[in-house]
Nanobody
């Protein structure tokens, strides 16, 4: 099992920055991918960014503004968000994928709210 705890959300003005953190605990050795998804009210949950080893992947609308990173020593993933826009407003969820016994297992955090005012 893996537990994920996010922090760092809040209210920020358009053009501002926030840094989200996600601390993983439990069976963290077998985590191969971590990432962030977001969900705005009335919308589906969408991928924001993923990191697997040294490879990263981003939603097109956040490329150049958001940066995902991972500190394996601290079992933590980060999402640095710059030049925030009102359309970035959503609940942001940390995601982890673990490989065990030939199967993948997905885990989610409880979410942290990001609100960007215009």
């Amino acid at each position: 099992q893996v537990q994920l705890v996010e922090s760092g959300g809040g209210l920020v003005q358009s053009g501002g920055s926030l840094r989200l953190s996600c601390v993983a605990s439990g069976s963290i050795v077998s985590i191969n991918t971590m990432g962030w998804y977001r969900q705005a009210p009335g919308k589906q949950r969408d991928l924001v960014a993923l990191i697997t080893g040294g490879n990263t992947d981003y939603k097109d609308s956040v490329k150049g503004r958001f940066t995902i990173s991972r500190d394996n020593a601290r079992s933590t993933a980060y999402l640095q968000m710059n030049d925030l826009k009102p359309e970035d407003t959503a609940a942001y969820y940390c995601y982890a994928r673990r490989l065990a016994s030939g199967r993948y297992y997905a885990y989610w955090g409880q979410g942290t709210q990001v609100t960007v005012s215009s």
